[in-house]
Every structure is written in C-alpha cells, then in structure tokens.
T-cell receptor, first 106, second 115 residues
Framework: AQRVTQPEKLLSVFKGAPVELKCNYS??????LFWYVQYSRQRLQLLLR??SRESIKGFTADLNKGETSFHLKKPFAQEEDSAMYYC????????FGQGTELSVKP | NAGVTQTPKFQVLKTGQSMTLQCAQD?????MSWYRQDPGMGLRLIHY???????DQGEVPNGYNVSRSTTEDFPLRLLSAAPSQTSVYFC??????????????FGSGTQLSVL
C-alpha cells in the first residue's frame, strides 16, 4: 500500500533560516515523488519532482530510498515561501501526505 | 486556455440531499482525479480516471460516484450528503499518469458544507 507521512503540521522559521520539510513514504515498488505547494489564494501547483533533480525557487529534495524519505530543503527561507506544502507519492495514482504549513517570519 | 474548471465554488447542502460537483478540463488530459482537503488530513484521493469510460476508487470513495463519458468532464456525485462530507473538493488532471511523470493541474476548489 502507498502511504505518505509528513510529521510536522506547522513549521515556523525566521527569514534567512534554513528550512527542511520532512516527508517519509511507504511503497513496495519504485516510487515517484513530488512536492506540491499551495500559496494563499492560489491553486495547488507542482513545486518539484524527484526524477527531474531540479531546484525550484531555491528548494531541493533528494530521494533517499534507504530511509524512504524525500525531504524538502531550502538554505535561506524567504517570507514568500510561506505556504502549505504537500509531499506526494505516485504508484499509478497520486497520494498526498497530510501537509505542512510553513510560516516564514520577518 | 481555462485549464481545470470546477463549479460551483461554494455549496451548502442539507443532510440527505444529493448534488453533482462539476469538473472540466480543456487540455485533453487523459488522467483526472478528485480529492478532498480536510484540516490535518491533507488531500485524500476519492476517485480517479485514466481515460474516458474508465474510473477507479481512491482512498475514500464511499458516498461518492463518478463517471467519465468524455475526456473533458469528470463529475463527482454525492448520493446522500452527510456532515462528514463537509470539505473542500479539488479536481485535478494530468497529461500523463502520475507514475509516468504526469504533473497534476488543479482546479480552484469547491467548498461544500453539509448541515
């Protein structure tokens, strides 16, 4: 069965501090993982996916199959990063985690 | 290009009433899906479809029906609304299956309250 766990409901940091949003998954096959973001008053949108190995808006995420994790990181948080972040796992259908609200304070 | 369009944006129902949430996309996407968003629960998959005439259940399908008669439309039907179905509902579509690199495009959501 597919499962995605985001242990933190709320993460609050100050501007310029490093950020790490945790994501752990459970899946018996070869996983495909994503991070989606929902800014205030905007639609949910894709932030990044592990197969692309890209950095979007300064965020990166590395798939660690040994620890079954896909944590989202940014070295220096900005106020505009404040949003709800969802980790998602695909095994044919896309399953989301519970979400982490990131609040970046000035 | 409208993308994914959901109607209505807001709806209030009484327990036991039925209704249909509409979802349409103009991107010729094969994959479409419905999620509900609840505080502390994240997004949970209700039903999904990999093409016209093909639907399947997600994580929380009970109390909901779907059909996919065309590529463009994927309506979600509440058969007999219950207060537990109070939620924000999102429709999403993708040009490819999520497991094949598909990127989901989301609608703006429908906020449903069941009294």
């Amino acid at each position: 069965a597919q499962r995605v766990t985001q242990p933190e409901k709320l993460l609050s940091v100050f501007k310029g501090a490093p950020v790490e949003l945790k994501c752990n998954y459970s899946y018996s096959g070869s996983p495909e993982l994503f991070w989606y973001v929902q800014y205030s008053r905007q639609r949910l949108q894709l932030l990044l996916r592990h197969i692309s190995r890209e950095s979007i808006k300064g965020f990166t995420a590395d798939l660690n199959k040994g620890e079954t994790s896909f944590h989202l990181k940014k070295p220096f948080a900005q106020e505009e990063d404040s949003a709800m972040y969802y980790c998602a796992l695909s095994g044919g259908k896309l399953i989301f985690g519970q979400g982490t609200e990131l609040s970046v304070k000035p | 290009n409208a993308g994914v369009t959901q109607t209505p944006k807001f709806q209030v129902l009484k327990t036991g009433q039925s209704m249909t949430l509409q979802c349409a996309q103009d991107m010729n996407h094969e994959y479409m899906s419905w999620y509900r968003q609840d505080p502390g629960m994240g997004l949970r998959l209700i039903h999904y479809s990999v093409g016209a005439g093909i639907t399947d259940q997600g994580e929380v399908p009970n109390g909901y029906n779907v059909s996919r008669s065309t590529t463009e439309d994927f309506p979600l039907r509440l058969l007999s609304a219950a207060p537990s179905q109070t939620s924000v509902y999102f429709c999403a579509s993708s040009y490819a299956l999520p497991g094949q690199g598909g990127k989901l495009f989301f609608g703006s959501g429908t906020q449903l309250s069941v009294l």
